[in-house]
């Protein structure tokens, strides 16, 4: 398989804190991936590293197939957005873009106009100051300097951060619409795992610098689905008697919890029948969890399985 | 590097602080030619034989570029052009759009220099013209004088400014701040590093005796500050050596600075 973008071991270390650690990231074409994590996590650094702002102490990372030495002719098709749009508030969005397209060899006027129109900025491009524009309006102005030069990935570090819900919803299909319309990989980080929930197609949980977990988006509807959680005193007997039920719905974690996702009204039943059959139910629970809980469950307990 | 460097001039172009330091520039070089008009010219009759004698200002034209860009005044407008401009990519964080453009970062550190000597250019280009003009219609004492002499004080003035210009750059870019950058600048713009360069010869000649050197003979600054226009050739060479010693140096730290630190 080769991947769009693969860090083998990255790693970042300032001072004493070590910001990315030997992190192993995987994107394949065409995905919008959500590197999540919370604040200080190292989301921020190790987009920096991977476009090129910041070297890393230790690990390599490979891009459309090439390594890091040799991206020099492939680094204008990667568009960065880190950190809170980097604008000249003095300057109009036409000349912010205009000094963008400028330095790739870009003469197109039409083309920032269309840029502009599609995040949704038309109106007073040559005339308002970015210092006037509302945080939202910075954003999506940041997304549109992003694709200037015909991106085939974007690195995009917190676009969604401190917007309202409306401009969370505008972005997020924006996102959602630049990957679909012009087939570009995504690579968008949050420290909110819900406000990606509804776009990305796979996930890494970045933890301390860690990418702890990674996994699909199918994969994080399956783990927080609805579930009856059994604690039994002994579980490899616990699933005979599950199983003697005519249950086929189940998983078992840690050789100690057992999760049933089928028959969520039975739990009353669940237990009986294990009693009789001596098995002691430590603790039941049906559970519902919502992504963000999911989420704390697997950072909160600093990186402790359940 | 061609892209670089025509967007360096477009965003100069566009920036409001640009527009300031040329009209602010222009504006001193008029209030030059006023204070030559007075002191020179006299229209007022308000100085005797005697104060005349004792300013005896030179009215030759190569004496007055001299006057108008070896000066505190003209350092000051270059050091805060070279530092804001220096600056300013990194101070709004447009530095993180386009860095990564290329792995060669120290192609942005030498295209932005460029730019900024390109800038400081037309600035004392179109100053030299006004303040020439504006003496050779107005100043009855107006001397055009030797235009090879004239040409020879263009020369060397135009060299020390765009050395002057790459040390004011490499201190912005050493410290990443405009404050950072100013200090140091203006240290040197205001005559302060002069003063202390002299003391250092001072105590240099109390130590080793009289010497054939002093200190300040290698120090850029001294030396161009208090260059005779007049001097021959080979002290010319010196000064061309030493500012190209210290234009390598400092551009080529930039340079070296751009490409190896991580942008913030
Ligand atoms: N330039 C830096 N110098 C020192 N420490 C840094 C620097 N940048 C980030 N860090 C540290 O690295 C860690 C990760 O930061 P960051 O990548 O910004 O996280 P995130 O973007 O996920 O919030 C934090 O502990 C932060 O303090
Ligand atoms: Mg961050």
Redesign the interface.
């Known amino acids: 398989m080769e991947y769009l973008l693969e860090t083998d071991n990255i790693t970042k270390i300032y001072g004493k804190i070590t910001a990315v650690d030997h992190v192993n990231l995987h994107l394949e074409k065409g995905e919008i991936y959500g590197l999540i994590g919370r604040n200080g996590a190292g989301k921020t650094t190790l987009l920096?590293m991977l476009?090129?702002?910041?070297?890393p102490t230790e690990g390599s990372y490979s891009i459309f197939g090439e390594p890091e030495?040799q991206?020099?002719k492939l680094?204008?098709r990667?568009g960065?957005?880190?950190?809170?749009?980097?604008?000249?508030?003095?300057?109009t969005a036409y000349?912010?873009m205009?000094?963008?397209s400028?330095?790739?060899?870009m003469n197109d006027d039409n083309f920032i106009k269309e840029l502009l129109a599609d995040v949704g900025l038309e109106r007073n491009i040559d005339k308002l100051k970015v210092k006037q524009y509302s945080l939202g309006m910075k954003q999506r102005l940041g997304i549109a300097?992003?694709l200037i030069g015909h991106p085939d990935l974007l690195l995009l570090d917190e676009p969604i951060n401190g917007l309202d819900p409306q401009g969370i919803v505008e972005i997020r299909e924006l996102i959602a619409r630049l990957s679909k319309e012009r087939n570009i990989t995504i690579l968008v980080s949050s420290h909110i795992l819900e406000e990606l929930s509804k776009i990305a197609t796979r996930y890494g949980i970045l933890h301390n610098g860690q990418l702890i977990d990674e996994f699909t988006h199918g994969e994080l509807l399956r783990r927080c689905r609805e579930r009856i959680e059994i604690r039994p005193s002994d579980a490899t007997k616990a699933v005979t008697v599950i199983e003697g039920m005519g249950i086929t719905e189940y998983k078992v974690l840690d050789k100690s919890v057992i999760q049933i996702f089928e028959r969520l009204e039975d739990s009353g039943e669940i237990v009986l029948e294990l009693a009789k059959n001596n098995i002691k139910t430590l603790s039941i629970a049906v559970k519902n969890e919502a992504l963000e809980d999911y989420y704390l469950s697997i950072t909160g307990g600093a990186g402790k399985k359940e | 590097m061609y892209n670089l460097i025509k967007m360096n001039l477009y965003r100069m172009s566009k920036a409001v602080s640009t527009k300031v330091i040329a009209i602010v520039w222009i504006f001193l070089t008029l209030f030059n030619f006023g204070v030559m008009k007075i002191v020179v010219d006299d229209p007022f009759n308000i100085m005797s034989e005697a104060d005349k004698a004792t300013l005896a200002t030179s009215s030759v034209a190569s004496d007055l570029i001299q006057s108008l860009f070896v000066s505190s005044n003209f350092l000051i407008i270059l050091s805060v052009f070279v530092v804001l401009f220096a600056n300013a990519e990194h101070k709004c964080g447009f530095d993180k759009n386009l860095i990564g453009i290329t792995n060669h970062k120290w192609k942005h550190a030498l295209a932005r220099w460029i730019s900024a000597v390109i800038g400081m250019t037309v600035l004392m280009v179109v100053s030299s013209l006004i303040y020439l003009g504006t003496c050779a219609l107005f100043l009855n004492a107006f001397e055009l004088g030797s235009l090879a002499t004239l040409a020879k004080v263009c020369g060397i003035v135009y060299m020390g400014m765009v050395t002057f210009s790459a040390i004011f750059f490499f201190f912005t870019t050493l410290f990443k701040s405009s404050a950072g950058g100013l200090v140091p600048s203006l240290i040197i713009s205001l005559g302060i590093l002069f003063m202390i360069e002299k003391l250092l010869d001072f105590l240099f000649n109390k130590v080793f005796g009289s010497t054939d050197y002093v200190p300040s003979d290698f120090l850029f600054d001294s030396k161009f500050l208090n260059f005779d226009m007049d001097a021959g050739r080979n002290a010319i060479i010196f000064l061309g050596v030493l500012c190209l010693v210290y234009t390598v140096l400092t551009v080529g730290g930039s340079m070296l600075l751009q490409q190896r630190r991580d942008v913030k």
């Open positions: 920096k476009a090129g702002l910041a070297k030495k991206t020099a680094r204008d990667i960065v957005l880190i950190e809170g749009p980097g604008l000249y508030p003095n300057m000349e912010n205009k000094i963008k400028l330095i790739l060899g300097m992003t």
